[in-house]
């Protein structure tokens, strides 16, 4: 039997400040929805999944939410979360560790609504119950490919043939150094 070679690693790309938010921006966007985890420090923790708003300027997700949810009352308990974003079929996967915070004014609310939002809050923007989750990445990593899915999965058939250890893609870090608020 013909034993594979498990040699090919992943290169790491460790990314900071201004290409870390982009990363981030990036690959959270195009994948859009996560599981937003609360209670890290009880297992098990509390895992729903949300959809983005979106990733502004300075790397911080927002989300729309119920200030009767229970997420929000646990982040009112705690305020340390992680989101984990994950889009198998092209190989993008994002892990967030941060601190969330909840906003009910009426800027904060404008910036995070989505037309999306209304199947969740028939009263749109007025909705006594609408609140902002905004999270502040204190850490993140990504996996990612290096190529378009289609030269992916090519290398990946080519490695099935060959018995070759098919391209790992990119990993790292992503370190977003901006202030809290």
Request: proline share 4%; aromatic share 8%.
């Amino acid at each position: 039997m013909k034993s594979l070679k498990y040699s090919t690693m992943p290169d790491v790309k460790n990314l900071d400040s201004n290409a870390a938010i982009e990363k981030l921006k990036e690959l959270a966007e195009k994948i859009k929805v996560c599981m937003l985890c609360t209670n890290l420090a009880v297992a098990p923790f509390s895992t729903r999944p949300m959809g983005l708003s979106e990733v502004d300027a300075d790397g911080k997700l927002w989300f729309l939410s119920a200030s009767t949810s229970n997420k929000n009352q646990e982040i009112k308990q705690d305020e340390k979360v992680q989101l984990i974003f994950s889009d198998p079929s092209s190989s993008h996967y994002l892990s967030v560790f941060g601190e969330a915070d909840i906003f009910d004014d009426e800027k904060s609310i404008e910036k995070a609504w989505t037309p999306m939002a209304k199947a969740w809050f028939p009263e749109g923007k007025d909705d006594i119950h609408l609140t902002v989750i905004k999270v502040h990445p204190l850490d993140a990593y990504y996996w990612d490919t290096r190529d378009a899915k289609m030269i992916s999965l090519l290398k990946i058939a080519t490695a099935a043939v060959t018995g070759k250890t098919p391209d790992a893609g990119v990993e790292g870090k992503l370190t977003v150094e901006q202030a809290k608020f």
